[in-house]
């Protein structure tokens, strides 16, 4: 995932608060030290890291939660929001309201930015638009070829001639080119290279003139970390940027710094680069970004959810007595199953409660209905006797069990690993964390 190091730390200092008994002025302390730590490490501008966690510590420790909401379950809201926040809060996505869109993309080479044209040529095709690439980058002339390599495959045209030295004449042809074509979206890259970074940014303002963009797209690679606030600025000054792209973003440790670099500039991050591939290009949307780095999941999804689950599933007391002293049975793992099984995938869920997020291994939980209709088939062919005591199934009894039920010894085999990987698991877990959320699975809402 994007920023794992960052989401592991952050998690880490979640999972810290979650643990704890009581909530006191020096847990929260030491709380928000640990989020300080992690966001430094992730070459988040000093300055800007005090500032923030010095507001989190702030509503941490001024504000009361309202009722029906726990302290814990508060104060990891007021780190998710307060996150959100520093990135910029709300999604701003390009907008194609004219026909055709053109769209000026611009960055220091090396930044990705031929890559992301392609990308955003893709993502805006995928959206149902026709779209046109031009090629306006004179300095480079593997960057035309590069161009048609990547997003020919995908039936999108690219303008352009490596032969051709006027980069303001190029980008004018290829608009109009496109525009007669009836492209709904026009994307137009230019150089990245240049003799000097004053040179480059004359041109791209020329460039700018001549085509009138709707929007200038500014890439930059995010694993220059906090140095992405001077570019940005650079550019930001030069020309209206409308958008900013940091790309790179999957194997940077530097991600966080240069995320939040940008988004003190001012200017809108509304994508990020994740892979190298086309379709690696996601929308930037700070709730969800933030959601997913630290492991919660979608707070509001998780009220819903848990909502819904109060009403859908119903968890026995001496189910969840079984399920806590690792005391269940074949049947009673089966019972948990389906009951899980009915809320969606289950590690959703379970990424939403704080702390939990990182630490269920993915196989336990990962049962398709296929699956599961196959375990109830091979139960249907056990004894009352191995149903309530499993340990007593030996080889020859996964072999009736397997011809009964006309499954494989390896079917049968597998479903007894679930069972023991879960009872395991759980036997193993820290007992108040799972009566948390045994609770939580009984009566719903985000009570900590
Ligand atoms: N891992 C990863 N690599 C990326 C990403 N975006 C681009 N790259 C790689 O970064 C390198 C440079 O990207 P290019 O697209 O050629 O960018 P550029 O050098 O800015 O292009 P010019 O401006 O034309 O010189 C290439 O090897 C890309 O595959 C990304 O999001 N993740």
């Known amino acids: 995932m994007v920023l794992d190091k960052l989401g592991q730390s952050l998690n880490n200092a979640l999972r810290k608060l979650a643990r704890a008994s009581t909530v006191d002025e ?9 989020i300080q730590r992690a966001l430094i490490t992730s070459d988040v501008n000093v300055r800007l890291v005090l500032e923030l966690t010095k507001k989190i510590e702030k509503r941490a420790l001024e504000e009361k939660p309202p009722a029906g909401v726990s302290k814990k379950e508060h104060i990891i809201k007021i780190v998710y929001e307060e996150l959100t926040n520093f990135l910029g809060k709300e999604a701003k996505p ?7 869109t053109i769209l000026l993309t611009v960055g220091i080479q090396g930044s990705g930015k031929t890559t992301s044209v392609a990308k955003l040529a893709r993502y805006f095709q995928k959206h149902g638009y026709k779209v046109g690439v031009v090629c306006s980058d004179t300095w480079r002339p593997g960057a035309y070829h590069q161009l048609k390599q990547l997003v020919e495959p995908h039936g999108i045209e690219v303008f352009g001639n490596p032969e051709e030295k006027d980069a303001i004449k190029l980008a004018k042809e290829g608009v109009e080119y496109f525009r007669k074509k009836g492209a709904d979206v026009i994307i137009v890259d230019s150089a990245g290279r240049h003799k000097e970074e004053k040179g480059l ?16 797209i500014l890439v930059i690679d995010g694993t220059i970390g906090q140095q992405a606030y001077n570019q940005a600025l650079a550019f930001k000054e030069a020309t209206p940027i409308g958008s900013i792209i940091v790309t790179k973003l999957d194997g940077s440790a530097k991600g966080g710094g240069a995320l939040s670099a940008v988004v003190a500039t001012g200017a809108p991050i509304k994508f990020i680069g994740v892979g190298e591939k086309i379709d690696d290009l996601e929308s930037f949307d700070p709730k969800r970004f933030v959601s997913r780095l630290l492991g919660l999941g979608d707070i509001q999804g998780l009220l819903e959810k848990f909502e819904e689950l109060s009403k859908e599933v119903e968890f026995k007391e001496e189910d969840v007595e079984k399920f806590l002293r690792g005391k269940f049975n074949l049947k009673d793992m089966y019972a948990q199953l389906e009951a899980m099984s009915k809320m969606g995938p289950l590690q959703q869920i379970l990424k939403m409660i704080p702390g939990m997020g990182y630490s269920i291994p993915d196989e336990m939980i990962k049962v398709s209905e296929a699956r599961l209709k196959k375990f109830k088939v091979i139960m249907d062919s056990m004894t009352e006797e191995e149903l309530e005591n499993p340990e007593i199934i030996n080889y020859s009894r996964i072999k009736r069990i397997a011809r009964g039920s006309g499954t494989t010894p390896k079917d049968v085999r597998e479903l007894l690993n679930q069972y023991n990987q879960m009872k395991k698991f759980f036997k193993g877990m820290d007992k108040r964390k799972l009566a948390k959320m045994a609770r939580k699975f009984n009566v719903g809402g985000f009570g900590l």
Request: charged share 35%; glycine share 0%; hydrophobic share 40%.
């Open 26 to 34: 020096a847990l929260v302390r030491d709380v928000v030290r640990d």
């Open 94 to 100: 390009i907008e194609i309201k004219a026909k055709p």
């Open 201 to 216: 940014i004359e041109e791209m303002r020329q460039i700018s003139n001549t085509i009138n963009p709707h929007e200038v």
